[in-house]
């Protein structure tokens, strides 16, 4: 099964607290780094080093969505407090499905919700995992 994730973090996240989130993610999912196809997040992260530097080791294309066009995606988890610091309720949600199938991004294709991950250095990470449609 071809699939997407969608990446949220905290600001100057390190990327071993990304790999780390994206592994339990994969192993809850029975998913693997190889059926990754792309990587969906914010426009406020397009300079994140550590998630710039995962993508280019993986060799993910990646796809930075405005606030705006993630939060006119119906998710199952929206959050008050993400959409006080980004502007949309959902990143790590609506940014997989959007890259999954950017013309029907329904919720349903979701086999990974909403997983949070707090890293050893104290900082955040949340990845959602879409399946690609048939």
């Known amino acids: 099964?071809?699939?997407t994730l969608g990446l949220g973090c905290d600001r100057n996240t390190p990327i071993s607290t990304l790999r780390a989130a994206i592994t339990a993610a994969?192993?809850?999912s029975r998913q693997r780094m190889s059926d990754v196809v792309g990587v969906g997040s914010?426009?406020?992260k397009a300079d994140e080093p550590a998630l710039l530097q995962l993508v280019a080791e993986e060799n993910w294309p990646i796809r930075f969505y405005p606030a705006a066009e993630l939060a006119a995606v119906d998710v199952p988890h929206p959050s008050?407090?993400?959409r006080k610091y980004t502007g949309t309720p959902s990143v790590s949600e609506a940014a997989a499905l959007?890259?999954?199938c950017p013309d029907n991004p329904d919720a349903?294709?979701?086999i990974i919700e909403k997983l949070c991950h707090r890293g050893q250095d104290g900082?955040?990470?949340t990845v959602s995992i879409a399946r690609i449609p048939e």
Do not use: F, Y
Request: aromatic share 0%; no cysteine; glycine share 4%.
């Open 1 to 3: 099964m071809k699939i």
């Open 123 to 125: 900082r955040n990470a």
């Open 108 to 110: 349903s294709l979701l």
């Open 42 to 44: 914010i426009d406020l």
């Open 80 to 82: 008050e407090t993400v």
């Open 26 to 28: 994969l192993g809850v």
């Open 98 to 100: 959007l890259t999954a």
